[in-house]
Each structure stands twice: as C-alpha cells, then as structure tokens.
C-alpha cells in the first residue's frame, strides 16, 4: 500500500477526551501530543490506538488479508503538503471512516474520487 501522491501528504484530525489532534502520513511527523501519530481504530475488543501509515483505494482492500476497521472518531482530512496549506473536509463527532489494519498500522480508505469512505454512526448501536 502506497500513499496517493507522493509529493502530498495525508493529514487526519481526531479527537481524544477534551482535545483535537492532528495525524499524519508525512515521515517523521510530530503532533506534539502524547498520542503521537496514532488513530483510534475500533476493533472486536474495542478501542485500539494503531499509527497511521496513510491511504489506500478502497478498491484494494477486498482481499481477505486486510482487516476492515472503523476509525472514529474521524473529524477532519486533507491533502496537502504540509498540515498548514490546503483546506480540510470537515466531519461530524459521529462519524467514523473505512480503514484497514496490517502489520505497520491503520490505513485510511478513499473512494474513486479521493474521499475517505466515511458513514455517520449517530443512529447506529455503538
């Protein structure tokens, strides 16, 4: 799995207790909290903080060696070269977004158009 553009990196905002916290694909990125570069993913067992390796095409991600994994909560991404450039797509608290876990992380999943593949869970059982 590959990241979309090599010259643009992925930026994902969550949040954790009172705070927002920004993510990132880009090598050796420091958010400058104690999460570190790490999403919450929502496994069987429960909430599980896995690093974020990046993107992947949704389209890649039938195999059955890739784990299907909600992240959430999801609240914000973009694209862009550096986490100050570019605007965010901004999500609801609720919703949570398609991604996949392998042995380095949690991969974010987009749709065709370069969309994370995301749904709202508010009327959904957690």
């Known amino acids: 799995m590959t990241d979309n553009m090599p010259d643009e ?6 949040r ?10 880009e090598p050796g990125y420091k958010n400058g909290s104690f ?22 095409q949704d389209s890649e ?9 909600a992240i959430k909560p999801f609240i914000g991404f973009k694209l862009s070269s550096n986490e ?14 398609l991604g996949v876990i392998d042995q380095h992380g949690v991969w974010l999943c987009l749709d065709r158009e370069g969309n994370p593949v995301t749904w709202c869970a508010i009327n959904q059982a957690v």
Request: glycine fraction near 8%; hydrophobic fraction near 40%; proline fraction near 5%.
């Open 61 to 69: 991600v039938s195999s059955p060696t890739y784990h299907k994994v």
């Open 84 to 97: 100050i450039a570019g605007e965010w797509q901004d999500y609801c608290f609720h919703t949570r977004a």
């Open 9 to 14: 990196f992925v930026f994902v905002r969550t």
């Open 35 to 56: 999460i570190g570069n790490k999403l919450p993913v929502l496994l069987k067992q429960g909430y599980q903080w896995q690093p974020f390796c990046g993107v992947v």
């Open 16 to 25: 954790y207790n009172y705070g927002s916290f920004v993510v990132s694909s």
